[in-house]
């Protein structure tokens, strides 16, 4: 197996093979880092930061120097032609004609599988908004692995912004597929988005308990946990007796503890701010019996969430964790560019359930609900077709293939029923019985009813009474 001209658009692109072969150069390229100069030479790494940025950036750009290769970087989408309008499907045609392979950040989720669709070249994704970071997550992986020998049945706590921390998304879904165990410290109201709740237990299996955290901070003694993820292989079911697993799981301490800033750029517009007081790790936290042996870890920039007294203590990993940035991105680059065979595994992940989910790609009006998703944002462009996976049938739920985020729309129709004539064309509530009856590929999906009557739908019986309950809605 090679990864030679595959792109890193989020971590489930890898297998864990694959990121043990990544590892394993890396162990490489950190010990003879002076001996790579000759790996790349030749080649040409484009590097197009239009987000700030300080680690990612220069460590792909100092990777790309160790291995002998050359960088052209844009880093300001204010220089570049997106400022006139430009297509980021243009832009990334026309780089992928310039440079061997693309690394890329932005704003808009879903931003980087666009460029990954249009380059040609491999593309990495440096950070998509708030949607993944999956180098970042090599980063922390590794950092583990280097101090704990590996990852199966850890117990790694994720502390703050789990909702907008794009460094998150993508480490939670690595800590399944690997097999550890996760603890939810969210700062209220930042807790981890349900689409991705709903997708780590369905294709990864394991278990999820949702606690009230007033309860658990008394019981645990420890901070005030949200949820705990247990991998399928543990020995401590939660569905049986969540408060005693719960306990035995936390008794023998936490391995990580992974602290993130609020990522307030993220903050949606319409006034969303902190609900009381964002948590900070300092040496009284870390005085607690859970955490004698845990590492400390960011991945930077900290704001005020980490005391800087706590940068002195043997626990701390963050400084490392970002140099080790390096000889991680050597070797992701040296294999996505075929300059490196690396030992890859050809094992599929055994823990993770492929699943096929039906796709949606009808030209109705239908749209991503998130604003951010760079379907949204390029809609005026044209050439992005608004796609979905249906990931549920009850509650009706798509999940948009950019920015991964799922919704449950209002209403439905079906393409093949009203064939007979317009007084057979109605719509329906997607929560009435007729939307399991529709196949996957007759459905039409509305965000609205307007949306439905405009393209000469008629309301049925469940629309006009609104009857079965519950009204659709989006996750926000
Ligand atoms: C992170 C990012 O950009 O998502 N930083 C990084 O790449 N090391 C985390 C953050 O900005 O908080």
């Not at 790996?39 to 792909?60: D, N, Q, W, Y």
Request: aromatic residues 8%; glycine residues 8%.
């Amino acid at each position: 197996m090679t990864l030679a001209k595959r792109s890193l658009v989020t971590i489930d692109d890898l297998s864990t093979g694959e990121i043990e072969g990544v590892f394993s150069l890396a162990d490489e390229m950190l010990e003879s880092t002076a001996k790579q100069s000759a790996v790349c030479r030749g080649k040409i790494m484009a590097s197009l930061f239009f987000e700030p940025s300080t680690r990612t950036r220069l460590s792909f750009e100092a990777a790309m120097h160790r291995l002998g290769g050359s960088v052209i970087s844009a880093v300001d989408i204010g220089v570049t032609s997106l400022a006139k309008g430009e297509s980021i499907a243009d832009m990334a045609r026309v780089v992928g004609s310039y440079a061997d392979i693309i690394v890329i950040r932005h704003p808009w989720e879903g931003a980087a599988k666009v460029v990954a669709d249009y380059a040609g070249v491999p593309v990495v994704n440096a950070g998509d908004g708030g949607h993944q970071h999956p180098t970042q997550t090599l980063c922390d992986l590794y950092t583990i692995r280097k101090e704990r020998g590996a990852i199966r049945g850890l117990k790694i706590a994720l502390w703050g912004d789990l909702k907008y921390g794009r460094t998150i998304h993508s480490l939670i879904f690595a800590l399944a597929k690997f097999g550890a165990n996760i603890l939810f410290y969210s700062s209220p109201g930042l807790e981890v988005p349900e689409h991705v709740i709903q997708k780590l237990i369905k294709e990864y299996g394991g278990e999820l308990g949702k606690y009230q955290a007033s309860d658990h901070t008394a019981k645990n003694n420890l901070f005030p946990l949200d949820a705990i993820y247990m991998t399928p292989d543990s020995p401590h079911q939660l569905a049986m007796v969540p408060d005693i697993s719960f306990q035995v799981e936390l008794k023998a301490g936490v391995d990580a503890l992974y602290v993130t800033r609020p990522q307030k750029e993220r903050f949606a517009a319409d006034g969303e701010e902190l609900k009381g007081k964002y948590p900070v790790v300092d040496e009284k936290v870390l005085k607690g019996k859970a955490f004698k042996k845990t590492l400390i870890m960011h991945p930077l920039p900290r704001v005020d969430e980490l005391a800087y007294e706590v940068d002195a203590d043997p626990r701390s990993m963050y400084f490392k964790q970002a140099a080790w940035g390096v000889p991680v991105r050597m070797a992701l680059l040296a294999l996505l560019l075929g300059s490196k065979k690396g030992s890859l595994s050809e094992e599929p992940d055994s823990s993770i359930h492929k699943i096929d989910y039906p796709a949606y790609e009808q030209d109705s009006g239908v749209r991503c609900p998130n604003p951010r998703c760079v379907s949204v944002q390029e809609t005026e462009m044209r050439y992005i077709k608004p796609a979905f996976k249906i990931v549920d049938r009850v509650p009706l739920t798509l999940r948009c293939v950019y920015c991964e985020h799922g919704f449950e729309p209002e209403y439905v129709a079906s393409s093949e029923w009203h064939h007979g004539g317009l007084e057979n064309k109605k719509y329906h509530r997607a929560d009435s019985h007729w939307t399991k009856e529709i196949k996957s590929e007759n459905l039409i999906v509305f965000s609205s009813r307007s949306e439905a009557e405009t393209r000469g739908f008629k309301p049925d019986h469940s629309v006009e009474t609104g009857h079965s309950g519950k009204t659709g809605k989006e996750e926000k």
